[in-house]
Every structure is written in structure tokens, then in C-alpha cells.
């Protein structure tokens, strides 16, 4: 075998010991993404729990009554919604 042809074969393969650094596929990019906010998420949370917690003991937590009947609604619908699909 001609040597240009060795070295083109041999370009992309890593020798022992060494490393390749091969692209992610875009849904695991994607994966990593979502998982990373998701633990952020779970602090985020935290936090407004403590805050909402510090208000309605300092008396100071005022509830939206519309923004309650908002997310009813929204939940309702999406089980509803849900519901239909299943089927």
C-alpha cells in the first residue's frame, strides 16, 4: 500500500493510548442540555419555595386568585387533552 494511502487511512484512527474527539450527535448535545436544567430547575424551585415560605410567615404572601384559576384551567385541559390521546 502506497504510504499517501496509509496515512489517509490512518488519519482518523487514534493510536494506543491516544484519544479522538468525536462530535456529539445533536439529540445528546440536546440531552445534556436538558439535563443540566433540570438540576437547575430543581434549585430554582427550592428557592422560590424558601421565598414563598419567608412571605406567608411574615404575613406578606399575596395569592392571585386569577393566576390560580389560570393554572386550574391550564391543568384540567391538559388532562383532558391527555386523556383523549391515550385512547
Same mark, same amino acid.
Given at each position: 500500500?502506497?504510504?499517501?494511502?496509509?496515512?489517509?487511512?490512518?488519519?482518523?484512527?487514534?493510536?494506543?493510548?491516544?484519544?479522538?474527539?468525536?462530535?456529539?450527535?445533536?439529540?445528546?448535545?440536546?440531552?445534556?442540555? +436538558?439535563?443540566?436544567?433540570?438540576? *437547575?430547575?430543581?434549585?430554582? $424551585?427550592?428557592?422560590?419555595? /424558601? @421565598?414563598? !415560605?419567608?412571605?406567608?410567615?411574615?404575613?406578606?404572601?399575596?395569592?392571585?386568585?386569577?393566576? +390560580?384559576?389560570?393554572?386550574?384551567? *391550564?391543568?384540567?385541559?391538559? $388532562?383532558?387533552?391527555?386523556? /383523549? @390521546?391515550? !385512547?
Amino acid at each position: 500500500m502506497d504510504s499517501r494511502v496509509r496515512k489517509k487511512k490512518e488519519k482518523g484512527r487514534a493510536r494506543a493510548g491516544e484519544t479522538i474527539q468525536a462530535p456529539l450527535p445533536a439529540n445528546a448535545r440536546h440531552q445534556e442540555s +436538558v439535563d443540566a436544567l433540570a438540576e *437547575r430547575g430543581d434549585e430554582l $424551585r427550592a428557592e422560590k419555595v /424558601r @421565598r414563598i !415560605k419567608e412571605q406567608v410567615v411574615q404575613g406578606k404572601y399575596q395569592v392571585e386568585a386569577t393566576e +390560580v384559576a389560570k393554572g386550574i384551567l *391550564r391543568s384540567e385541559i391538559a $388532562r383532558l387533552l391527555g386523556g /383523549r @390521546r391515550k !385512547k
